[in-house]
């Protein structure tokens, strides 16, 4: 039998909404876990769930975006006492493929509740933690199976979880731009991270945990440099930076992956993570610097790790086209067996036995490893000139010409100085 909860918006005259607790062999509830376009993408992952709608909810002012925002701003500078409407998301299901309580556990599993008015960087009554029922019986499972999961976030060391759990008064569908955001927008942002702690007898947590679900050991790290790369489950881009980034590591900075969104004991984050895949660079156990929102701009990316990891200088010639005075660079007496690296990267550029002397003032080889660098067309100065970049970082390298010696006539003139020597 289909069952029909009609709720009254009496805020300034507003109009009555209804909305469907359930509808012939389907049931919703109404859930925030901070931005709703992040837990409208993980609701609707659940299998079993029908249908997922961003809105607003149990506010005490008119339910629209801008409205939103702008009593949160009323709120902080004290002008108002009126409670704001919470982004939420209304999750329709049919409870013979998904039941409210698996609904509750993709709910707790996919966010931080115990962080009250906040959800990692979203900050504000708005972005709260909530759980909304539509009658008795939602509300005493909702109650239940916080219980459940408070015992195993204490098992696994985090907080008190601040969830509120009440009864839905008023509700809003949220515009339609926000609807399906992440579909229409997959490179938008998401906002949402769980704690990897599993619901209590949940189906995936009976499955074998994975290596990156354990908890770092500090001991295994490098604590006066070391790269810690936030990860969390069915994440596109956390998936793409691995493929394009991890599987090919050789910068000497050591890495470490990890789908917990806790640092390893001791060390500290500046602030909470609010995204992934976030990449943070940790100097002797706090965290100096971070990259969030990995898309595949791999320049981008290691422009970020470059400026941490090379000189003033050396970000000069990198970063900006620079050049060193001729004679004044490293390695222009180097001719040990090995190989010449990205600085940043570590990967392989020329081979010791393609040096030789040019009497430019600059390392000079006659020929690079295969795929190590890209050329570009370079006007500058008033020249035509062929610029040398690194192929895996985009830094700047140096020159080519064509003065070089047999067998290739080329000359290979770069700067020593974004170079690092690895011998055989």
């Known amino acids: 039998m289909t069952k029909t909860i009609r709720l009254l918006a009496a805020i300034g005259g507003l109009t009555m909404l209804t909305l469907d607790v359930t509808a012939g062999n389907t049931e919703a509830i109404v859930l925030g876990m901070g931005c709703f376009w992040g837990a409208e993408k993980r609701m609707a992952e659940l299998p079993g769930v029908l249908d997922v709608e961003s809105g607003y909810a149990n506010g005490d002012i008119p339910g629209n975006y801008e409205a939103v925002l702008a009593h949160e701003a009323a709120l902080n500078r004290g002008k108002s006492t009126k409670r704001n409407h919470v982004e939420v998301v209304k999750v329709t299901f049919d409870p013979t493929k998904a039941t409210l309580e698996r609904v509750l556990a993709r709910f707790w599993e996919s966010h931080d509740p115990t962080q009250g008015d906040r959800q990692g960087n979203d900050i504000g009554s708005n972005y709260r933690s909530v759980i909304y029922t539509h009658n008795a019986q939602q509300q005493t499972l909702a109650l239940k199976t916080r219980d459940r999961y408070q015992v195993a976030l204490k098992q696994g060391g985090f907080n008190t979880i601040t969830t509120d759990i009440e009864p839905l008064t008023v509700y809003f569908p949220a515009e339609d731009y926000h609807q399906d955001y992440l579909k229409k927008n ?6 949402l991270g769980g704690l990897n702690v599993r619901y ?3 189906v995936i947590s009976q499955a074998a945990p994975l290596k990156e679900a354990l908890p770092l050991d500090p001991k295994m790290l490098q604590h006066k440099r070391q790269i810690v790369v936030f990860e969390a489950e069915a994440c596109t881009y956390c998936k793409q930076f691995k493929a394009e980034i991890l599987d090919h590591w050789k910068s000497e ?4 992956r990890t789908l917990r969104s806790q640092p390893p004991t001791g060390w500290l984050l500046e602030k909470p993570l609010f995204a992934t895949p976030t990449i943070v660079l940790f100097e002797n156990g ?7 929102g990995y898309t595949g701009d791999k320049p981008r ?3 970020w790790l470059g400026f941490h990891l090379l ?3 050396q970000q000069k010639i990198a970063f900006e086209q620079g050049t060193e005075r001729p004679g004044t660079g490293s390695h222009l007496d180097e001719k040990r067996p090995g190989v010449f690296v990205d600085p940043v990267t570590g990967a392989p550029l020329f081979r010791s036995d ?3 002397n040019s009497g430019t003032g600059w390392p000079s080889f006659f020929n690079p490893l295969d795929d190590a660098i890209t050329l570009h067309e370079d006007s500058s100065l008033g020249m035509r000139r062929v610029e040398v970049r690194s192929a895996s970082s985009g830094i700047h390298l140096g020159h080519r010409f064509d003065d070089g010696p047999p067998p290739t006539g080329k000359r290979y003139c770069i700067n020593g100085n974004v170079l690092k020597f690895v011998p055989d």
Request: hydrophobic share 30%; proline share 10%; glycine share 10%.
């Open 186 to 191: 997959p490179k938008g942002y998401c906002g």
């Open 301 to 303: 990316f290691w422009k």
């Open 200 to 202: 209590p007898g949940s």
């Open 253 to 256: 900075v050591s890495i470490a």
């Open 354 to 356: 393609t040096k030789f």
């Open 286 to 292: 706090k965290e100096v610097s971070r990259f969030t």
């Open 311 to 313: 000189t003033p200088a």
